[in-house]
């Protein structure tokens, strides 16, 4: 059978309790934003096509994402109205749709997987799942052991409150259910077109419902404000990390490691207590990372150690064998092979080759205040401490900076640079005070 499988992200909401500038779907959850996770799911269940409802301040999604369809709700009159636009817009026929919303992104995969398994049987297909505490979810109501409605919590009773049972937002409809969608009204406590009503207008049908649990609460958590984002981080971090120990990586303190979904590592890696890898790293074999150290957008090459307390900086790759010591800056920097910069240095916008070694307190001067520019160090020099090369410069190779020197020109191969004042002797003429 053809692939007739759809899936629409809901994402148009205002996200007015985020209390954030940011729209909500944007705001990041293991260094990406929460609808890139939800994309990506959406994705693994390889449907025919990928449609997101959004909002004027998603425009920019547009050209992230131009295979997927991108339609604008506005303005937004709840998350039944949403679908009713997808419906106008595309007429399902003999299609099956599911519904994910953009702001439920630690979703698992084997759930919706599950879920599209039972939608071949059924019209409704609701993932239900049971938090400790309802902090707002719908409630789904069962009759003798049968799904008949979703009530939204605002519109429960007393005693619908007391059901364990809750929507976690993913939803799945036949285009047989699908065509309820015009149905749906908004008389409500938020005077919103709800989709959850559509189980409601099923069972009036006699459609077949039917209700699967999410195997792990914590993945069906909705994102509403900053507080429900840093639960939802710390269930992130907590995956993250332990993918990355079962994939080998030792962590002394896991708890204090942060890790993005993007971060990628070799084998016999080592991670110290208190280290933030931002997104966009890629860690190699026989890596040390020491404690208090931040890395962000960084290619991280094998035998390679950092920190403690370093700074690796985007467009900084660490070269095979080559060392990051402590209280080091590096930004769109190569250092190459058995490259070494130990201690209190700022490296940016260079290119350090093989065997180099960079002394204490050495800083590129990148910027002049109004433009950047580089710096060369070619194989096999020395940088004495406390020197300070001005960019643009170019140190040749074997050469040597004397500490303490600043270096605004370009120094030949084979070459000892001093700009240093020259020691004076001056005999003090001091005399004993007498008590
Ligand atoms: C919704 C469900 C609730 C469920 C909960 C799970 C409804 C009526 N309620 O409530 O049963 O327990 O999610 O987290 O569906 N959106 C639009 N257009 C709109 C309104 C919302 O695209 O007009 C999007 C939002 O961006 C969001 C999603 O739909 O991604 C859910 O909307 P939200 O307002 O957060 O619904 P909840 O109150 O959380
Ligand atoms: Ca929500």
């Given at each position: 059978?053809?692939?007739?499988l759809h899936?629409?992200?809901?994402a148009a909401?205002?996200g007015?309790?985020?209390?954030?500038?940011?729209p909500k779907?944007?705001?990041?959850?293991?260094?990406?934003?929460m609808?890139?996770?939800?994309?990506?799911?959406?994705?693994?269940?390889?449907?025919?096509?990928?449609?997101?409802?959004?909002?004027?301040?998603l425009?920019g999604?547009k050209?992230i994402?131009p295979d997927?369809?991108m339609?604008?709700q506005e303005?937004?009159?709840?998350t039944?109205?949403?679908v009713?636009i997808f419906q106008?817009?595309?007429k399902?026929?003999n299609?099956?749709?599911?519904?994910?919303?953009g702001d439920n992104?630690?979703?698992?995969?084997?759930?919706l997987?599950?879920?599209n398994e039972?939608?071949?049987?059924?019209?409704?297909?609701?993932?239900g799942?049971?938090?400790k505490?309802?902090t707002?979810?719908?409630?789904v109501v069962?009759?003798?052991g049968k799904?008949?409605e979703?009530?939204e919590f605002k519109?429960?009773?007393?005693i619908q409150?007391?059901i364990k049972?809750?929507?976690s937002?993913?939803?799945?409809f036949?285009s047989?259910?699908?065509q309820?969608?015009?149905?749906?009204?908004?008389?409500?406590a938020?005077?919103?077109?709800?989709?959850?009503d559509?189980?409601?207008?099923s069972?009036?049908?006699?459609?077949k419902?039917k209700?699967?649990n999410a195997?792990d609460?914590?993945?069906a958590?909705?994102?509403?404000?900053?507080?429900?984002?840093?639960?939802a981080?710390t269930?992130?971090?907590n995956?993250?990390?332990?993918k990355?120990?079962?994939?080998g990586v030792?962590?002394i303190?896991?708890e204090?490691?942060?890790?993005?979904k993007d971060?990628t590592?070799?084998k016999n890696v080592?991670?110290?207590p208190y280290?933030v890898?931002?997104?966009?790293?890629?860690?190699?074999?026989?890596?040390v990372?020491r404690?208090?150290?931040?890395i962000?957008g960084?290619?991280?090459?094998?035998k390679?150690s950092?920190g403690?307390?370093?700074r690796?900086?985007?467009?900084t790759v660490?070269?095979n064998?080559?060392?990051?010591g402590n209280?080091?800056?590096?930004?769109?920097?190569?250092?190459?092979?058995?490259?070494k910069?130990?201690h209190?240095?700022y490296v940016?916008d260079a290119?350090?080759e093989?065997?180099?070694?960079i002394g204490?307190g050495?800083?590129t001067?990148?910027?002049?205040?109004v433009?950047?520019s580089?710096t060369?160090?070619?194989?096999?020099s020395?940088?004495?401490?406390?020197s300070?090369?001005?960019?643009?410069?170019?140190v040749?190779?074997n050469?040597i900076?004397?500490?303490?020197?600043?270096i605004?020109?370009d120094?030949?191969?084979?070459?000892?640079?001093l700009t240093r004042?020259k020691?004076?002797k001056v005999k003090l003429?001091k005399k004993?005070?007498k008590?």
């Amino acid at each position: 059978m053809a692939n007739n499988l759809h899936i629409l992200i809901l994402a148009a909401g205002k996200g007015t309790r985020m209390k954030s500038e940011t729209p909500k779907v944007m705001h990041t959850l293991g260094g990406e934003p929460m609808i890139d996770h939800v994309i990506k799911k959406a994705k693994m269940l390889k449907p025919f096509k990928i449609s997101i409802m959004i909002n004027k301040s998603l425009s920019g999604l547009k050209k992230i994402y131009p295979d997927l369809q991108m339609l604008l709700q506005e303005p937004q009159l709840g998350t039944g109205h949403a679908v009713q636009i997808f419906q106008k817009k595309n007429k399902l026929k003999n299609s099956k749709l599911i519904v994910l919303y953009g702001d439920n992104p630690l979703i698992d995969f084997y759930d919706l997987k599950n879920m599209n398994e039972q939608l071949a049987k059924n019209d409704v297909v609701i993932m239900g799942f049971k938090p400790k505490i309802n902090t707002g979810y719908g409630i789904v109501v069962e009759k003798k052991g049968k799904v008949s409605e979703i009530v939204e919590f605002k519109d429960a009773s007393a005693i619908q409150k007391k059901i364990k049972t809750c929507n976690s937002g993913i939803m799945a409809f036949s285009s047989k259910a699908l065509q309820l969608v015009t149905q749906i009204k908004n008389n409500n406590a938020k005077k919103e077109f709800y989709l959850t009503d559509i189980v409601k207008l099923s069972k009036k049908y006699n459609h077949k419902i039917k209700l699967i649990n999410a195997k792990d609460a914590k993945t069906a958590l909705g994102i509403n404000d900053m507080n429900e984002l840093g639960i939802a981080e710390t269930i992130m971090q907590n995956q993250l990390r332990k993918k990355a120990m079962k994939d080998g990586v030792q962590m002394i303190a896991p708890e204090t490691v942060f890790l993005s979904k993007d971060t990628t590592f070799g084998k016999n890696v080592k991670i110290e207590p208190y280290v933030v890898i931002a997104s966009k790293v890629k860690i190699g074999n026989d890596v040390v990372i020491r404690s208090f150290s931040h890395i962000e957008g960084a290619v991280i090459k094998n035998k390679v150690s950092i920190g403690p307390y370093a700074r690796i900086r985007p467009g900084t790759v660490l070269e095979n064998n080559s060392k990051i010591g402590n209280f080091v800056e590096t930004k769109n920097s190569t250092i190459n092979k058995n490259s070494k910069i130990n201690h209190l240095s700022y490296v940016g916008d260079a290119t350090i080759e093989e065997d180099v070694n960079i002394g204490a307190g050495t800083i590129t001067c990148n910027y002049d205040g109004v433009k950047k520019s580089k710096t060369l160090i070619k194989k096999g020099s020395f940088v004495g401490s406390n020197s300070s090369l001005v960019a643009p410069v170019t140190v040749g190779k074997n050469s040597i900076i004397g500490a303490g020197s600043v270096i605004t020109k370009d120094v030949p191969d084979n070459t000892l640079a001093l700009t240093r004042a020259k020691q004076k002797k001056v005999k003090l003429n001091k005399k004993k005070k007498k008590k």
